[in-house]
């Protein structure tokens, strides 16, 4: 069986979680020796061929692949909303798109309900996302010179948030918890993906010049392993999510992670995850010393579910069903 996956992760797919979702799991299916898979191949041969984002490349190849065309919906059009500008056009394509597909996998409950809601008949898949443990894990070195390189001292403690600058994501809940909490380094890590075209670019750009010493924007890192492993504590503010993958990445580094009490974290997190409701709750929980340790020692271990081996094998077994009913 080959399988071809395929995915934009060029201009601003580079930077979003869609992409790095697919890598981590094309990677973990070069070690199956019953898959023979590529990345971005041109031919139309394939059995099966994987989308994971669906810009005007992907679509173009869909078009030439006589074989099983399946995609994951990373993206839904509710996610859209305060983080695009143009929201409305982009999620007025989505049923058309999503409908030229012979197959979609989903990535959670609500992301399920959503895809066959907008597409019903479209047969799909439930398979989380997955994380490679070997990679996201805690390590020193990595820590220091994260620290190093970006002047935060050996005792600051470091609020994480890995997430693009909009609405959606909670940047001004940050902004003005940072000013709420001013002894922690609150730390940005991720910029505008869609550069001018993200919500509210102007005015969070100039909000960013009123913040404070302790809050600090770094954009796009090369390594976010070496972030997560500077920081104290991780923090999701995001409004609506298909899954939330960064948590289960600052999970597997071991840190404890605060975050939006949203219908998806509860489906996918449980108990593992302090929740917040509003900015006075997640000052609480960010200083719950106590809670958050006892978060933290729980964190990795419970990341094994979701390790990408055996989400790899979910794969597998969906590419030979739909290959050989």
Aim: aromatic share 12%; hydrophobic share 40%.
């Amino acid at each position: 069986m080959n399988v071809n996956f395929f995915v934009e992760d060029m201009l601003f797919f580079k930077y979003i979680g869609c992409a790095t979702a697919a890598k981590t799991l094309y990677k973990a299916l070069l070690q199956d020796r019953s898959v023979d898979v590529s990345y971005n191949a041109m031919s139309s041969t394939f059995d099966v061929v994987h989308y994971h984002t669906f810009g005007p490349l992907a679509l173009s190849n869909e078009k030439m692949n006589r074989g099983c065309s399946v995609l994951t919906a990373h993206s839904t059009p509710r996610i859209n909303e305060d983080n695009v500008a143009f929201h409305n056009v982009v999620n007025s394509l989505y049923p058309k798109i999503y409908r030229s597909f012979d197959h979609i996998i989903t990535i959670s409950e609500i992301c399920q309900q959503e895809i066959e809601a907008m597409v019903p008949g479209v047969p799909t898949t439930l398979i989380p996302n997955g994380v490679d443990r070997g990679i996201f894990s805690h390590d020193r070195q990595k820590a220091q010179e994260f620290r190093e390189a970006h002047g935060i001292g050996d005792d600051a403690r470091v609020v994480l948030t890995v997430a693009q600058q909009t609405p959606r994501k909670g940047i001004y809940d940050v902004m003005e918890l940072s000013l709420q909490v001013p002894d922690l380094l609150w730390v940005w890590v991720g910029g505008f993906p869609y550069g001018m075209g993200s919500k509210d670019y102007f005015k969070i750009q100039q909000m960013k010049k009123k913040c404070g010493e302790n809050m600090l924007f770094t954009g796009f890192v090369p390594d976010i392993v070496a972030a997560y492993s500077a920081a104290d504590i991780f923090f999701m503010p995001s409004y609506a999510e298909t899954f939330g993958l960064v948590n289960l990445e600052a999970l597997s580094c071991g840190l404890p992670v605060v975050a939006r009490e949203i219908p998806e974290f509860r489906e996918i997190f449980g108990e593992n995850l302090a929740y917040f409701g509003n900015v006075d709750e997640a000052a609480r929980q960010i200083t719950d010393d106590g809670a958050l340790r006892a978060l933290a020692a729980a964190a990795r271990a419970f990341t094994a579910q979701f390790d990408i081996r055996r989400i790899a094998q979910q794969h597998r077994a969906l590419y030979s069903e739909l290959v050989e009913p």
